[in-house]
């Protein structure tokens, strides 16, 4: 059997292409043995919001990335297609996002084995076996890949993987149409998601900590080979900013300037410690007054400002001793230096801690280089004691998957029954009290436009339900299991008593936690273990209704 394990491990017969193409089969189907129970789930939240931007729309409208204010063009050209091709239908979505997701962790297997020989930490393939499963099975990977509309991180993230695959083979070859592939991706990239913006930092970071850092020092073609590496992505660059500033008043479009050009140092540095710091110790999975204690802790600016310049000395003490530094240690400082360069175009967006799920898209990208990091420094000590240690936790990454497999199918399955249990489609005005927001964090509902029309537009492009009076989104509740719900009591006038009917919820709208608020139509107030809704000037033949956690209940 060791034998047999050892053969199958050789790197000569596991890189040969007959060894790559078994293995990208396997890796295909073991993300189907995950993720085969949600394979229906995922149409939620901004999924909506794709399918009112391709309502109607032309097979042209992508070049303009149907109205998104973003330079997705790339990205919505396959989107078009998608939905004209599979509709709401999961089999299919499920599919690209699985083959997808196995195309990466065969391209972290390559680039992982291409590094670990490169920088001669070993030739063993064994590390770069486990880098593979562990992404593949990372219970934070699990969003991206189900969720329908991060085909842009997964799609995004191949592009990078394979710029960064030949441009390392540029460094080892030393052939330039090998460049002129990693431009063409980045191309391409920028086209598709602004993740694509850490390829030249990537390239400045893995071409600086290489042993030969491309060409000897003071040799005649040093300046060349590195003008030929970073010009034409400085270049394309340039006109990707040009063409954002055109298009849509801003060099970079998506949030804008306002939001992704933000540099405030201290929380910065908190974001990009919070990520390390979930990836090192999956505070995510920890008690609620652990995980609030921590955030409380980084969010402080005297602590994001002690990160910040932590952080900037020691980067400015490792380029300054760049030369010096040995070559053991080269490749995972360069991994831990590309995990935190992945993370830049995320590094002033909120940090989302309270429940078991959303940003987590957000690290795809950069969970491959913590894993390189990692692997790269175990397999320099004591390799065959880790090795017990990682089929440990590949195995627990596998169950931690499942897991979170397991919620986004609930979460689908009440998505339906919400929707398709519905049947007010000629009041005049319908009231919803209460309704699912998210269950245990896995968005459902989800509105962040402020119009309150997460439900009427998921029953619009999910449902093909069409109610013809003016829904009022009240309120919403966060699920902890699939049969959480309420119950409402009417009392004298307009007014409704709302209760939980268990522990563990708590009240949202538009996106967030809310608090007693008031508009012209009707009152709400957070009362105990519920609300109270109290109507100004309801219609005639109005409808109030509400989620009992099996079906929706109404008044009239």
């Known amino acids: 059997m060791r034998k047999a394990v050892a053969n199958m491990l050789n790197p000569v017969q596991l890189q040969a292409p007959k060894g790559l193409a078994g293995l990208l089969l396997f890796l295909f189907l073991l993300v189907q043995l995950l993720c085969w129970p949600a394979a229906r789930a995922g149409f939620v939240t901004d999924y909506t919001g794709l399918l009112e931007r391709l309502d109607g729309a032309p097979f042209s409208g992508f070049l303009n990335s149907f109205g998104f204010p973003a330079l997705h063009p790339v990205t919505n050209f396959f989107l078009f297609w998608f939905h004209k091709l599979f509709g709401t239908y999961g089999l299919g979505w ?21 590094m670990l020989a490169q920088w001669s930490v070993t030739s063993n393939a064994a590390p770069a076996l486990f880098a593979a499963l562990l992404f593949l099975a990372h219970p934070y990977n699990a969003e991206p890949v189900i969720w329908r509309v991060c085909f842009n991180h997964l799609f995004t993230a191949f592009l990078v993987l394979n710029g960064l695959w030949y441009a390392l083979r540029f460094f080892e070859e030393k052939k330039t149409a090998l460049l002129w592939r990693t431009h063409a991706l980045f191309a391409l990239a920028l086209l598709s998601f602004e993740t694509a913006l850490v390829l030249p930092v990537l390239l400045i970071v893995f071409g600086l900590f290489r042993r030969d850092r491309l060409a000897p020092p003071g040799h005649r073609n040093r300046l060349r080979q590195w003008l030929l590496l970073l010009a034409p992505q400085f270049a394309l660059l340039a006109g990707w900013a040009t063409l954002n500033r055109s298009l849509f008043g801003s060099v970079v479009g998506h949030y804008g300037a306002g939001v992704h050009l933000r540099f405030y ?16 110790l999956f505070w995510r999975h920890w008690p609620h007054t652990w995980k609030e204690t921590l955030m409380q802790w980084l969010d402080r600016p005297t602590v994001g400002w002690g990160l910040f310049a932590a952080g900037l000395a020691l980067l400015i003490f490792l380029l ?55 692997l790269s420094s175990l397999a320099q000590w004591r390799w065959r004691l880790w090795q017990k240690f990682l089929l440990l936790a590949t195995a627990l990454s596998f169950i931690a998957t499942w897991q979170q497999v ?28 209460a ?39 009240v309120a919403q509740f966060n699920l902890a299991t699939p049969q959480d719900g309420v119950t409402v009591e009417k009392q004298a006038g307009n007014v409704f008593k709302v209760r939980f009917r268990q522990w563990g919820n708590w009240w949202w709208h538009r996106g967030i936690g809310t608090w007693n608020y008031e508009t012209p139509k009707y009152r709400f107030t957070v009362d105990g273990n519920g609300s109270t809704v109290e109507l100004k000037k309801p219609a005639p033949g109005a409808v109030v209704v509400w989620w009992d956690g099996n079906s929706w209940q109404a008044l009239e």
Do not use: C
């Not at 339906?416 to 009041?427: C, D, E, F, S």
């Open 94 to 114: 499920h599919l690209v996002h699985t083959t997808l997701h196995a195309l990466n962790a065969w391209m972290v297997f390559r680039l992982s084995a291409k």
């Open 265 to 280: 140092p201290p929380e910065i540095a908190a974001t990009l410690t919070k990520y390390l710091l979930k990836y090192l």
């Open 320 to 374: 300054f001793f760049l030369r010096k530094i040995p070559t053991r240690a080269r490749l995972p400082l360069a991994a831990s230096m590309a995990f935190f360069a992945s993370l830049l175009p995320v590094s002033n967006l909120y940090v989302s801690w309270l429940l078991y799920g959303e940003n987590d898209r957000y690290g795809y990208l950069a969970s491959f280089f913590f894993l390189l990091a990692l």
């Open 406 to 433: 397991q919620l986004w199918k609930h979460n689908g399955e009440v998505q339906q029954k919400v929707l398709h249990t519905w049947k007010w489609t000629g009041a005049p005005e319908i009231y919803v009290l």
């Open 435 to 473: 309704y699912p927001e998210n269950y245990r964090g896995i968005p459902m509902f989800r509105d962040f436009s402020g119009k309150d029309e997460a439900l009427l537009k998921s029953l619009n492009y999910l449902a093909g339900i069409h109610p013809g009076g003016r829904i009022y989104e």
